[in-house]
């Protein structure tokens, strides 16, 4: 099993549905640096769920006010993580939100997006859940905030991973 965790994302978005936008994206790379960015909405991105921003605590007025255009936040995502492959605890959502910035970006994502959960034999499945929320209480990290959700995740697996470890394949990142 390598030592070192893969690389982690998360994204949070305007609500749920076919016109939610991506927000904000955080990710840690597996030395432990982290990104993290506010999106400003696209002119055509007008779907705000208001419980939704309860969740995430961003109001759509910081993201006009400081969010990042969608090709500044794409062209440094793909920077931090061209050629990897990256997790995520929500596949679904993820991969359509980052394919919604990617095609406002208008260009490419450069890295590939896998479910965390192709990582963890049925011990480390099993035991997810109640290591995550202490790992939440041990990190004392607000939740719902991207990078904050990317850590939370990177070091759960790394509990899983000492706590149930077994044979599983670990797929190499370049």
Known sequence: MPDTLPPIIDVEASGFGSASYPIEVGLVLPDGTSYCT????EANWTHWDESAEKVHQVSRE???????????????????????????????????????LFDAAECAQAFRLEDIRTLLNEAQAEHWYATRMQVQADLRLPRHRASNDARILQATLGRVRAAWSSSVSQPDNA
């Open 38 to 41: 506010l999106i400003r909405p």
């Open 62 to 100: 910081t993201l006009l006010k400081t969010g990042r255009s969608a090709s500044e936040a794409a062209r440094d995502v793909n920077a931090h993580l061209r050629g990897m492959t990256v997790y995520c605890d929500s596949w679904y959502h993820d991969f359509t939100w980052l394919s919604r």
